[in-house]
């Protein structure tokens, strides 16, 4: 298994590292993605990487983390980039980037700031584009307008929508665009029916699994800092959702994460 979202320096922060690695590798993850958030992670994410060989890393601002993020900012990602390039293909995608609409109210000029979002998303894409990589992408209330965006700035070599929680008629737009969806703990929910439902019938070569731990426990866990050996759960979860033997499923799952983020034995 490739655990294709997880916060790895998240959970440094809160519980030995080398026990939920060693928890991980025991349960069957043999790699991890961890998606860049902002400025203030980028070193620590791409040290672990270094450090482990089974640990990859993304560059990227999350739409969450925008505040006093410039064109200023988005110079130094591609300067950071630059540099991580010259180091044995750890950095295996950009992001982790995309649009959440979620908390946007009264507070703030709604418009101002999904004009923000989308405009350091088209940037985020542009600079994948260059570097030949895959997007990391997160939404949050704002599938359409995700959409919209991506059909005019398309991601060359494709991408994750992570943690996908939307309908079936969304996830096949996303796959005709060339995106993978991020299949993670909320599947194991048995009221999240229409996501069980949904991720039941999409075409299983566009599927990924991820935990995008510490956080989005999965049932039964709550309360406790989710973990990427957790993986194996959100696995036997699909494999009990899906019509393929459990062989299949967790073989396609392997190519997928390999293939989309040119990892290599």
Known sequence: ???????????????????????????????????????????????????????????????????????????????????????????????????????????????????????????????????????????????????????KTAPIYGGVIHGFSGSYQQAMEYIKLGIYIGVGGVISYERAKKTRDTISKLPLEYLLIETDAPDMPLSGYQGAINKPEMLKLTLSTLIMLRSESAQTVTSQLQNNSKSLFFICD
């Open 1 to 151: 298994m490739i655990d294709t979202h997880c916060h790895l320096d998240l959970i440094a922060a809160k519980t030995d590292l080398a026990d939920v690695l060693e928890g991980a590798r025991a349960a069957g993850v043999e790699g991890i993605i961890v998606p860049g958030i902002n400025e203030e992670n980028w070193t620590d994410i791409a040290q672990l990487a270094q450090q482990h060989s089974d640990i990859y890393y993304a560059l990227g601002f999350h739409p969450l983390f925008l505040s006093g993020v410039s064109s200023a900012s988005i110079e130094r990602l591609k300067q950071v980039f630059v540099q991580a390039r010259g180091l044995p293909n750890k950095c295996v995608a950009i992001g982790e980037c995309g649009l959440d609409f979620y908390h946007l109210g009264q507070d703030c000029d709604v418009e101002l700031v999904k004009q923000q979002q989308k405009q350091i998303l088209r940037e985020h894409i542009l600079l994948a584009n260059k570097a030949k990589l895959p997007v990391i992408l997160h939404c949050r209330k704002a599938h359409q307008d995700m959409m919209a965006l991506l059909r």
